[in-house]
Nanobody, 125 residues
């Protein structure tokens, strides 16, 4: 089990920034590919960003490229999602995910074994 705890969500105005954190209670954190997903009300959970075990490679959904940055700090067992230039359409519950079998980040929900509880991000216009 890899408990994942997200934090950093909140209410922000359009154009603002937030940084989400996901802390893993697992000493082998560096063995997991990590991802961020989001789920808007009434919609499916979708991939936002992912990062390889080493942190050397990242991937993003087109709608957040150039605005969001995923990173990881293995010393603190934490993955971050820096979100800039936020838009109302970014409003969703954001989830952290982890998987030890992936080599590169995957965009499918079912590819990830472990999930956090989610943190709400609300962007007002």
């Amino acid at each position: 089990q890899v408990p994942l705890v997200e934090s950093g969500g909140g209410l922000v105005q359009s154009g603002g920034s937030l940084r989400l954190s996901c802390e893993a209670s697992e000493r082998t954190f560096s063995s997991y590919v990590m991802g961020w997903f989001r789920q808007a009300p009434g919609k499916a959970r979708v991939f936002v960003a992912g990062i390889t075990r080493s942190g050397a490679s990242t991937s993003y959904v087109d709608s957040v490229k150039g605005r969001f940055t995923i990173s990881r700090d293995s010393a603190n067992n934490t993955v971050y999602l820096q979100m800039n230039s936020l838009k109302p359409e970014d409003t969703a519950v954001y989830y952290c995910a982890a998987d030890r079998h992936l080599i590169i980040p995957a965009s499918l929900v079912r590819a990830y074994e472990y999930w956090g509880q989610g943190t709400q991000v609300t962007v007002s216009s």
